[in-house]
């Protein structure tokens, strides 16, 4: 598609910025800070939480840069958007999908372009329910605002990775993209054991992959790729293996017994003419011994994202990010959050509405070279 994904180098930095308000201060909250911190086009506005204890904290100590920002953190909304022209929105949305919604919904509606990882129905929002779609198209309109949601993984790593890849290809066969790794590091205890299943007995059925949970969150991207391959699917199926653990292994989030779930491996296989040809593959264990004959990270490390092209040429490209002290997760994270606040120039000056991972061309890291922020 001719109108896809190019690069976008523009309004950044000479001359006025963009005054970006982050909302939310997990680990996407921390990276988006450090993100903007380090944009020449954006100027940190305001950051929102919503934890009293957390209020009037300086952002840069929040976000680990090693020196203030001068923007002290605010329980108030209305006055945090009040100084914005855009929202990083990086409060939590898959344990608060409709409460997220109406945030975004109200960013808009006053005219911020919004950036989120938050919403996983809106990453591919031409097929995301009316229910979903129609608030967030009529507070665009209301505003002349626009909204782009992505990620990682859903995110880059199985849209605009892999099809601007693609642009490298003679044949393809088949393109994947895999996420690989380890969650003995990642401090998420509740999602690490309840949601994806580590350390719980081998008969529970982990919500994450759930009957229909994978297509739901990464079936998007499948449809993305597709898209921009100009193939039909004839329809988007999922697999799952999971493998326990041999031996007992203890991290930073206690004992995971031996017996109990140490792997876990899933695709989103996008089908044309019967053959699985466009797939979301996540491998994923708590322990790197565990399920050792399974795809791990080309460099041994803890974790990494990669993508495939089985064809002639056969491309294989491995991408192993970190920040937060060695931490793949931060990196992965900050990876994210990266891609969602350099769009925020280009989302300032575009039609009111809905973008995706496609329509979103990548912005270069123009005028960041040797721009230290720590
Ligand atoms: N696709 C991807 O690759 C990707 C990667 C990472 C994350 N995500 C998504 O991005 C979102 C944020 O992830 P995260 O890792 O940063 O999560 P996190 O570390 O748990 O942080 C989420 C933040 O949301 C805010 N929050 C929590 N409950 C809230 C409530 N009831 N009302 C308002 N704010 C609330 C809190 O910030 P305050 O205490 O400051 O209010 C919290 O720190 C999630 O929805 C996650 O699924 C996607």
Not at 45 to 65: F, Q, W
Not at 205 to 218: I, L
Not at 236 to 243: D, F, K, N, W, Y
Request: with cysteine.
């Amino acid at each position: 598609m001719a109108d896809e994904n190019t690069f976008y180098s523009g309004a950044s930095g000479a001359g006025t910025t963009v005054p970006v308000a982050v909302w939310g201060t997990g680990n996407m909250g921390r990276a988006a800070i450090r993100s903007v911190a380090a944009h020449p086009g954006l100027e940190l506005s305001a950051v929102i939480t919503s934890s009293p204890e957390k209020a009037g904290r300086d952002a840069g100590d929040l976000a680990d840069l090693g020196r203030d920002l001068g923007v002290l953190t605010t329980t108030d909304v209305d006055a945090a958007l009040g100084g914005a022209r855009a929202v990083a929105y990086m409060a939590s949305g898959d344990i608060r999908p409709d409460a997220a919604l109406e945030d975004v919904a109200r960013c808009l509606r006053a005219g911020r372009a919004v950036v989120t990882p938050a919403l996983y129905a809106l990453y591919d929002h031409r097929s995301a329910p009316d229910e979903v779609t129609a608030p967030l198209l009529d507070a665009a309109k209301q505003g002349a605002s626009a909204f782009f949601a992505s990620g990682v993984d859903p995110g880059w790593g199985n849209d605009v990775l892999p099809v601007l890849l693609s642009g490298l290809a003679g044949t393809v066969e088949e393109v994947r993209c895999q996420e690989i790794f380890d969650y003995s590091t990642y401090d998420q205890p509740d999602s690490v054991r309840f949601l994806v299943g580590m350390g719980e007995a081998m008969d529970y059925e982990p919500p994450m992959v759930a009957a229909g949970v994978p297509t739901m969150v990464w079936g998007g991207q499948v449809r993305m790729i597709a898209r921009a391959l100009g193939v039909e699917l004839d329809e988007i199926r999922e697999t799952l293996e999971r493998r326990p653990l041999d031996t007992d292994v203890t991290n930073g989030m206690g004992l995971f017994g031996a017996g109990t779930q140490g792997a876990l491996r899933f695709e989103v296989q996008g089908l044309v003419a019967g053959e699985p040809r466009i797939v979301v593959e996540h491998v994923t264990r708590i322990d790197p011994g565990c399920a050792p004959d399974w795809p791990v990270p080309p460099d041994g490390g803890a974790g990494a994202h990669r993508v495939v092209i089985e064809g002639r040429p056969r491309i294989e490209v491995s991408l192993e990010a970190t920040d937060e002290g060695g931490n793949r997760a931060a990196g992965g994270n900050a990876t994210a959050a990266n891609r969602l606040v350099n769009a925020i120039p280009w989302l300032t000056t575009v039609e009111p509405g809905l973008y995706d991972g496609l329509d979103v061309p990548l912005s270069p890291a123009h005028g960041r070279i040797g721009r230290s922020t720590s």
